[in-house]
């Protein structure tokens, strides 16, 4: 006997007290900040003779819209890429990415320092927001076509709260660097979702099997997921850099990652392809792992060619990870993994808090000169060597694998309750179940029939 | 007998004539403005040593561009949920905006004040003329599939017109705020385009119903321009307002009144759904009425929370509007109203002129500080109090929906004439009527058969 | 006896080997220029007493950006319109634009001047280094469905090069001015492409001629790609105008030629259709041409009516062009135009040279000022006349045409060779070829039954 699948009481339920919840908080805790309140900036302004030109908006602003885009419509569609779970995938997507965001609000707001009780609010809050979002969309990509909306609002509360604090932990406590989040987004949120899809492991999942692959056009509408991620990646290695030469520096050094990221994935896939032939599943992934691989070291002075190096590896590294490893997770390990999260962000994670550790512990004065503040601040106050500060990004990245697993486990065994209107194995990456699906297009002879009566004449009149 | 349908001669006509008309009148009466003038400029920075950095389009250009996908991308995929009507919702709204935003210039510019006779064009200038062409997209929306291209640049003429009036005498006259349109955008086009729907009532169309819906790929379709409308809204809101802390605000209200407006979009369509189903339509549509209902006051000191609960009440009544009260439209008002624009645009555009009236009724020193001068002039000079502020708002909301509604009877009985080969009832909703539409793409079992003979073999070798 | 088509070995090779080449040249070349360097801005803002917020970052990335769009959603997008060769058309159009961006920040590095043997990279060296790109994809465009990949990078290596060094004699040796590439990137990728179509000749490419055609969705697919084309085409040509009234000025140049463009489309298309319909093809591709047009005189005081009737002309001359051009080049000249570049970029960008020289050659000191001295540097500083500045930029067409014809047919017969895994004429135009192409999708009857038996029961309950 199967549980009910039916939304009707617990999708509304759910979604309305989170909101009611987060309305009430907001309410009590939270207060734009001197940028944006109209008070405060007009203060500022007449006591520092300041210009409105000079508000962070906008200097910060057309990252975060790019930064948006690549949550919601990158995420979003390259996650289309199954035959009949295009709504759940793009429409989900957004539902938690909306409610994540708000949580996220809340969450770092009290972790980045209150003010006078109160958490402040602009344009870096709100990128941060979109930041810690984009973690639990990574994990969505592993849990993709197995769960319902409400069993993934509550992973996001979770996620969230777990992301924050181990963000607090790297970035306040360890004073490691990671501007791009290799660690606190993508390996955290990638080992975090691949631990609940191993705890929610469904036996039979292959009664769904033919679901679970793509179709013609499924693939094209994931693509566009895919180019938005792509050319926006820089916007958001670079999003919450120092301002001047660094955000300048993380852009560049990510455009040419992900570039040589591009050739290496099309030469891995065409190497280990059945007769030479693409796959579009490695195009649509693995091209973008050379974002995720200088996600930590991107801000560094990493070099036009060490970038190039990193993206060279991260592609490949992905690549051969959706051909021989992926298959292996799944039946040895028994972690159904939609996505391939592990390939696009588990693994070139991890290449990228290595290839951070290495360069950091690097950094000199002769290279960095005056601009070592902005990177490297405990260095340039000599509070930290550079090899220590190193070592503080490698225990980031164990810390992080820490949080992952053991929030993991937790919080997959919390959303293995059968209420939650989850779909049984035999309707997994199907949208009939979740949604009112319209039938197909009326078949070309149909219509033709239809235009030969009606329309002909008063046409050609 | 119905008239004829062949735009040969009137769709070129209407194009060349307004465009040459158009040509004439900028060559008569259109100018660069003191930024985009090669000497007024140089002039500028000479008499004021001010800095190229300092022109306004670097701190315009970035929203501009969001307003104008929101415009050709948002608009046009929105309506592409049709099954059969893809071709003529992206292109028409692509015809409609690219003249719009021409007249536009012109009518706006002439309300706007003439420097000398003529008008002054920049990248405001610009702006403003995607926002009237966004009203009359909205109108579209309520006609969708009814009507041919020479009805709507007919209307788009009539309306632009109209729209610029509205606005002139809402803002300068009134001295009303409405920085996001809630009131001259999205009130004014959603009844305009209501009551043109009404005077061309189709009594016969039941015979196209089968083609009043949509297919899977073309709800996708139609979820980018929803998602687009949905990321690039707090640039739309925020495009014309003052700089600094206001422009800053507007887009925090709107980010958070739209993360609210989602999860109460997706708790009342599962509410309401046969066996608690979303429908794509909500999710679509109503998502996004958080962005319409904080349009007036988005620039106000609205609190964080404040957005959230307007953008959450947008949401519900949306949805509840698309499920209950749109069908009741149809039947008892013989409004046909394709995209529900009623839904999107009507009812959360109200609750927005409602909402600023309200808001800047409670507006006080104490909370707004010097920035009172940006947000309500009038208050600030001591002109007006802040009820009074707010009685003129709640009159320009009467104001415009007069303007729709006479306007809309008279530009209704104009397009009303049958000599603008319109469809008739039996083929509305369908792209073969004004379009060269191609076949159907190959079975994959002929294609297989065409690899299987000639491809196979030199794939192996 | 065909030659093989399978990858296997030719193209992880060429990506291999071409990717080392550009990471030890990177190596050995490239450094971050004064902008991006930490050392060196942080020396630069203690000398000057600058601002991180004067960094030209701020200044040039949003351009950047949108240029950005247009080379991989833009030209990706548009060329899906075949019903087979979407994810060639999205994922070659990837793959070579990857490769082409680094390959052209070296050869333009080269030829923009080296800095003590090194070439110094920031924002603008990647906007050029996009710009480049977009040559070579409109050459993609003229062989689209009748390369391999390894053809199409090998194009890239040579057309790339020459691309600079055409690039290097117009914009320094002749001073002509081309900011928005009329002839170093339209003119020049489209006569580029035309001849290596005309060298590469199929005479049996009817045998995949019920492939070269579009089907319902694959229109809509090329649709965003020309509707982002159009939206950021005013980026394009503002991109590395300079700061101040020329990008504010050039952006509204071509923002108005563009929509006047749009109109002349629509109307030239419903004239010459058969039954006055609306043919796609015209407007996925000749409401763009407006853009191309305003590539050269758009940073000129070319006028808004100006630019509005040199928009309405390159529309009028494109559509006519699709029409009743390319079918006579196809049989008389034996051009293969897959995308019929020479319409949408080739005679455009002629116009937008000639507009280009006329416009120079009318340059006052009267109507510019003192901003003569950023439009025609030389004619300020007295080095030119007016009418000599016309001469060089016609003399530039000329030069640009003879590098695009002796080069294509060079580059054309090293194409030939048939050890690049082209396909055969009789299976051009199809992703199977090169692609692991998915399935169809499932029919709806079938999810019907299974939906009837498996969940209708969980479903109600």
Known sequence: MTPPTNLRLTLPLTCVILEVILIILFAVLVEYDHETDAKLWHKHLLQHNDSNYNNDFYYRYPSFQDVHVMIFVGFGFLMTFL???????????????????????????????????????????????????????????????????????LMAVFEVTLFATNEYILLSILQAKDAGGSMTIHTFGAYFGLVVARV???????????????????????????????????????????????????????????????????????LVGPGGKLDMVHIQNAALAGGVAVGTAGEMMLTPFGSMAV???????????????????????????????????????????????????????????DGMEDVFPEIYAGNFSASEQGVRQAISLAVTLGMALVGGVIVGFILKLPIYSGPPDTICFEDAIYWEVPGEMESQEELGTVMSEEVQKPLNS
């Open 311 to 369: 993206g060279f590896l991260a592609g490949t590294i992905s690549t051969l990870g959706y051909k021989f490893l992926s298959p292996v997770m799944e039946k040895k390990l028994k972690i159904q993994d939609t996505c391939g999260v592990h390939n696009l962000h588990g693994m070139p994670g991890i290449l990228g808090a290595v290839v951070g550790a290495v360069t950091a512990s690097l950094a000199t004065r002769e290279v960095y000169g």
């Open 83 to 153: 035959q009949r779970y295009g709504f759940s995938s793009v429409a989900f997507n957004f539902l938690i990415a909306a409610f994540a965001l708000q949580w996220a609000t809340l969450m770092q707001g009290f972790f980045h320092g209150m003010h006078g009780g109160k958490i402040h609010i602009g344009v870096e809050s709100m990128i941060n927001a979109d930041f810690c979002t984009g973690s639990v969309l990574i994990s969505f990509g592993a849990l993709l076509g197995k769960t319902s909306p409400v069993q993934l609002l």
């Open 200 to 270: 929610l492991y469904r036996p039979q999942l292959d009664k769904s099997k033919h679901k679970n692959c793509s179709v013609y056009h499924s693939d094209l509408f994931a693509m566009i997921g895919t180019i938005y991620l792509w050319m926006f990646w820089p916007s958001f290695n670079s999003a919450i850099t120092a301002h001047g030469d660094d955000q300048h520096r993380t852009v560049m050094n990510t455009y040419y990652s992900l570039a040589a990221c591009t050739l290496a994935t099309f030469a891995m896939s065409s």
